[in-house]
């Protein structure tokens, strides 16, 4: 399975990355991790590439180029960044898609030093939001997401079109009132791109909806001045179930994500 390369390297311990620049615009790849604690892995019941099925690798690949990013590096099968801390840690196969997670039942200190993480994820976004505020007034997070669409086998047929788009936005926890200019911006920036030669098929609230954690905390601290989007891609750029990227969609994606940088940029700057 190939794994994307992460400039600089990060080391076996490491839980996220952090850049920041001088813009109001972020990026977040929070289920592009796939390692797990040491203390973790005799535990873990699923090979890697099973897990790497249900992860978002390379979403990291397609945001390098946003000035403020973050990058989670556990994998959500140890601690789920983007569902709420009492769902986070995947106990039961219905928490995670039918799969067996692990070979034995987690121990309570297992589980609270796993919650420890998604607590202090929370910190550190929230100090981190609130010094892009204070610079900046307000500020947009881009939650960079993909989804498999091949779900019934690699010779199955996909998932159709009209229930599985390639850019899905979700926007459940969103003010729409105050941010839909924003959200609007970013849908026709992503509409007058195609991949392979056909317009990019993007839709809001289909596939998913935007109920993720991360997005629904940055709404409730930040109600007035935080605009968070949920931006699902497709599988469309890699083979779901090798893990065999296509480097040249990627590569497009990266294109299409930073150059959404300066337009959300200028609708930010509209007053709402």
Known sequence: ML???????????????????????VATAIHEGHSVRAELQHLCALSSGERLREEDPFTEFTMRDVPNR????????????????????????????GLKVWTERLSPEHVEASLEVHDDYYDMLLALLKGIER?????????????????????????????????????????RGRWSHV????????????INGRPLDVQENVAFQGKG???RFIHQ?????????AVEFKKFFMDEWTGEPDLDALERLRHIIASAVPVLEQALALKR
């Open 3 to 25: 794994r994307p390369l992460f400039d600089p390297p990060v080391s076996a311990d490491a839980l996220w990355s952090i850049t920041r620049g001088m813009s109001p615009i």
């Open 70 to 97: 973050v990058v989670f590096h556990r994998s959500r099968f140890e601690v789920d960044i983007n569902r709420s801390r009492d769902g986070a840690i995947y106990l039961e196969p219905e928490q995670a898609w």
């Open 213 to 215: 954690e991360q997005t």
């Open 135 to 175: 610079r900046h007034g307000r500020f947009v997070v881009l939650d960079i997401h993909s989804y498999n669409h091949r779900r019934e086998g690699p010779m199955a047929a996909a998932t159709e079109p009209s229930r599985a788009p390639d850019i899905n936005i979700g926007t459940t926890s969103m003010d």
């Open 221 to 229: 601290h930040f109600p007035l001045t935080g605009c968070a989007i």
């Open 183 to 194: 959200l609007e911006a970013l849908m026709d920036h992503f509409r007058s791109f195609d």
